[in-house]
């Protein structure tokens, strides 16, 4: 059975560029959560997503970002006018029913 | 604002060393605490608990929550250089949103 997928895996962007890092969570999951690790921090809650419910953006560090959930299975993460602080690791994690979160590998996103 | 604190930040120990890694929190509505390893970037998950005082085993892994003084331990009995890893504690509150604590770093020589 698959697992939680992200992509791209790695993303190198400029300065001021727009990114887009897409989650595949487990199929039937129908909760999805975006976290942030920077460099030697733990991780950072984003955003949380529950079935139809509105999305929790209570972690969202600045309007530049903002996700979506389409069909309450793929989402997007976007990253407006990106900045050098935004480097970090994005990680994506579904749940079912429960606790346990299962998470995606990853998006390492490199702002020069 | 929900609080997680993980003590130490890091150690080196020795393989067969025995490891006790701390987790402190304070949180509204708790609902369950859990520890993650994470060693390339997915952290991996190791153990839920929400009841105080039940010990939950996982090979040289275990884990207890004393939720009167709010706070959990994982020991690694044994250690292998296989453990070594950043591990993650977080807590859930009533709404299923995980707070992390900033991870305890565990290196194992051999």
């Known amino acids: 059975g698959a697992g939680v997928s992200q992509s791209p895996s790695n993303k190198v962007t400029e300065k001021g560029k727009d990114v887009e890092l897409r989650c595949d969570p487990i199929?039937?999951?129908?909760?999805l959560y975006w976290y942030r690790q920077s460099l030697g921090q733990g991780l950072e809650f984003l955003i949380y997503f529950q079935g139809n419910s509105a999305p929790d953006k209570s972690g969202l560090p600045s309007d530049r970002f903002s996700a979506e959930r389409t069909g309450g299975s793929v989402s997007t993460l976007t990253i407006q006018r990106t900045q050098q602080e935004d480097s970090a690791v994005y990680l994506c994690a579904s749940s079912p029913v429960g606790n346990e979160q299962f998470f995606g590998p990853g998006t390492r996103l490199t702002v020069l | 604002e929900d609080k997680v604190v993980q003590s130490p930040l890091s150690l080196v120990v020795h393989e067969g060393d025995t490891v006790t890694l701390n987790c402190s929190y304070e949180v509204t509505n708790f609902r369950s605490l859990l520890w993650y390893k994470q060693e390339k970037k997915a952290p991996t998950f190791l153990f839920m608990l929400t009841s105080s005082g039940i010990e939950k085993k996982s090979g040289r892994l275990s884990s207890i929550l004393d939720k009167k003084e709010l706070f959990s331990i994982l020991n690694i009995t044994a250690t292998q250089t296989g453990d070594s890893a950043v591990y993650l504690c977080?807590?859930?509150?009533?709404?299923?949103?995980?707070?992390f604590g900033g991870g305890t770093r565990v290196l194992v020589k051999p």
């Open positions: 199929s039937g999951h129908t909760a």
């Open positions: 977080a807590v859930e509150a009533a709404g299923n949103k995980l707070t």
